[in-house]
């Protein structure tokens, strides 16, 4: 019952990460700064996680430049004291605006990329509502070497959202509000479905989400002894 079954209304995003954790408690990192994403550690069977999640409380949980650096951060930060991530997953798209895009929210949204993609720690992630388009990428989709990507039963996992992607898939029916909905209906079943990209090998496994504690922990044991072996190189090109 957490997260709303409008997806336009917002959730408090704390209360799964309490739920997830060893002794509901949570250690919060940078609270006050890029607020639509948090930051911070727990424990899982007694372990030390890093935690990334969507806030969809502030912004609707997109991603801006600020909350690109401050995870992008955390995440090479845990990479190098070989502490595991998890991800929770709801966010519609980077944050539009002329502001973002004459100050580099290309590039910095590259860092946060950069940092999932370089990472060799365990990486889980869970989307619990949206996963939109690049934002969805970013967040340590499948398609940046993510160990376990889970999806909750309500997720949807597409280039944009049902109501935005009917209005121009099927324009010539805008003026009709019943084949508009019946549009979107159609679209979720067939494109934002976790299930379709379950079937595409994006999603590792949909789950309940009373089972994403055990599920996450399941996770973490496989990965306990995870090692990578990538190519000899002096350093990666970071997106600066």
């Known amino acids: 019952t957490l997260v709303p079954e ?31 994403i948090i930051t911070g550690f727990g424990r899982m069977d007694g372990y030390t996680v890093g935690f990334v999640a969507n806030n969809p409380m502030y912004l609707a949980g997109c991603l801006d430049i600020d909350a ?4 992008a951060r955390f995440i090479r930060f845990c990479d190098a004291f070989n502490i595991p ?33 370089e990472a060799t ?54 003026g009709d509000a019943d084949k508009m909905r019946q549009h979107e209906e159609n679209y979720r079943d067939q494109f934002a479905s976790p299930f379709v990209a379950a079937s595409r090998g994006f999603i590792d496994e949909v789950i309940r989400p009373q089972n ?10 496989v990965l306990r002894n995870k090692k990578v072996n990538t190519p000899w190189k002096k350093h990666d090109n970071l997106p600066l």
Not at 13 to 27: A, G, K
Not at 148 to 162: C, H, R, T
Request: charged letters at 25%; one cysteine or more; a positive charge.
């Open 6 to 36: 409008n997806s336009n209304k917002s959730y408090n995003i704390f209360e799964l990460v309490e739920r997830v954790v060893d002794n509901n408690d949570f250690f919060e990192l940078k609270p006050d700064f890029a607020k639509n």
């Open 85 to 117: 991530v998890v991800t929770f997953i709801d966010v519609p798209g980077f944050l539009p605006g002329t502001n973002q895009e004459s100050n580099g929210i290309i590039k910095h949204g590259a860092k946060l990329l950069y940092a999932y993609a």
């Open 68 to 71: 690109s650096l401050k995870a």
């Open 121 to 174: 720690v365990p990486k889980i992630s869970v989307i619990t509502r949206k996963a939109y388009g690049g934002a969805y990428i970013v967040m340590n989709s499948k398609h940046l070497r993510g160990d376990y990507n889970f999806a909750w039963l309500n997720a949807e996992i597409a280039v944009m959202g049902p109501q935005a992607a009917v209005k121009i898939i099927n324009r010539e029916d805008l």
């Open 212 to 221: 994403t504690r055990l599920r996450i922990c399941e996770a973490l044991k």
